[in-house]
């Protein structure tokens, strides 16, 4: 049973423009979020995260929106730009004790055209 | 700072011969973990520790075996691999005393089970 889904396996936006990738989620257990970036050949980066308690965070071109009530996040790039192409990887975690682990989606593939 | 560092980079074995990939991570870092990831899998969990001389088992568990002697080594073991185990391996290390602190990954490891 997938916890992290992320329906999108692609995405293609014109550069400039507004990518908006999707993420939902399963276990209400969950309380923090993170997008990760992957380049081909290179590990996944940390991108940006955001925790329960707050419904947006922000970091520049970069802003990732909580929905808690439909389990959905989501990440818009404002403006994208040809380098932000890569495969986009959501993640959740729970506090608590015992929680280690975090839970990846299967990640969505964005292409910026110049 | 070299980070999270994997060796080797590239490894292609016959089906049946074993092989050790090394992670190490030069952060001081408490949690380590083992992924895999495969074409429109993602990143599934193999193995993960919590600390020198702990370990314990994630999603993708069989085949495959995990030493930490060392709090910076994180060892992955495949004692007779098979073509199911090609795939791309990552490492990643977490400060650990924050349940909500990101994943470091190294750059990963390309197996090929022929």
């Known amino acids: 049973d997938q916890q992290v889904k992320q329906n999108s396996p692609s995405l293609s936006v014109q550069e400039g423009r507004i990518s908006i990738l999707n993420c939902d989620y399963t276990?209400?257990?969950?309380?923090?979020f993170l997008w990760y970036k992957k380049y081909p050949a290179e590990g996944p980066t940390f991108l940006i995260s955001?925790?329960?308690?707050?419904d947006k965070n922000e970091d520049g071109r970069f802003t990732v929106f909580l929905n808690k009530s439909a389990k959905h996040l989501s990440l818009h790039i404002v403006p994208s730009q040809p380098g932000d192409s890569a495969v986009y990887f959501c993640?959740?975690?729970?506090?608590?004790?015992?929680?280690?682990?975090?839970?990846f989606g299967k990640g969505t593939k964005l292409s910026v055209i110049p | 700072n070299a980070g999270v560092t994997q060796t080797p980079k590239f490894r292609v074995l016959k089906t049946g011969q074993s092989m050790t990939l090394l992670c190490a991570q030069d952060?001081?870092?408490?949690?380590m973990y083992w992924y895999r990831q495969d074409p429109g899998m993602g990143l599934r969990l193999i193995h993960y520790s919590v600390g020198e001389g702990t370990t314990a088992k994630g999603e993708v568990p069989d085949g495959y075996n995990v030493s930490r002697l060392k709090k910076q080594n994180f060892l992955l073991g495949l004692e007779s691999a098979a073509p199911s185990q090609t795939s791309v391996y990552f490492c990643?290390?977490?400060?650990?005393?924050?349940?909500?602190?990101?994943?470091?990954f190294g750059e990963g490891s390309r197996l090929t089970v022929l």
């Open positions: 990643a290390s977490r400060i650990g005393v924050r349940t909500t602190g990101e994943l470091f």
């Open positions: 955001i925790s329960s308690i707050k």
């Open positions: 276990n209400s257990m969950f309380d923090y």
């Open positions: 993640a959740a975690s729970a506090s608590g004790a015992g929680s280690y682990q975090l839970t």
């Open positions: 952060m001081n870092h408490e949690y």
